[in-house]
Nanobody
Framework: QVQLVESGGGLVQAGGSLRLSCAASGRTFSGHAMGWFRQAPGKEREFVAAIRWNAVGTSYATSVKGRFTISRDNAGNTLYLQMNSLKPEDTAVYRC?????????????????WGQGTQVTVSS
């Protein structure tokens, strides 16, 4: 089984940037689709971004398109989320997830393993 640990969250002012990392251990995730989800207080968890197993192909939620970039380093077993032009509405706990399949996966139910999450807070 693959274990995921997120890092890089924190407090940032609106307009600022953060880079989240998701380190995998236990087994390689190189053949798996990966994604990021977030959950704000009082709201349901929502899809943020996804990436194919070989990084050729990405998908984004409309709310983050053009501001966030998902990437992966299969050799280093790490997934990233670069977040620019942050807004207060981006405040949430961000979790990375992996799916034992090759394609783009934006359904929460399709993911097989999850990290614990990292808090991102954007002040106005």
């Amino acid at each position: 089984q693959v274990q995921l640990v997120e890092s890089g969250g924190g407090l940032v002012q609106a307009g600022g940037s953060l880079r989240l990392s998701c380190a995998a251990s236990g087994r390689t995730f190189s053949g798996h689709a990966m994604g990021w989800f977030r959950q704000a207080p009082g709201k349901e968890r929502e899809f943020v971004a996804a990436i194919r197993w070989n990084a050729v192909g990405t998908s984004y939620a409309t709310s983050v398109k053009g501001r966030f970039t998902i990437s992966r380093d299969n050799a280093g077993n790490t997934l990233y989320l670069q977040m620019n032009s942050l807004k207060p509405e981006d405040t949430a706990v961000y979790r990375c997830a992996g799916a034992v399949q090759y394609g783009l996966v934006d359904r929460e139910s399709s993911y097989d393993y999850w990290g614990q999450g990292t808090q991102v807070t954007v002040s106005s």
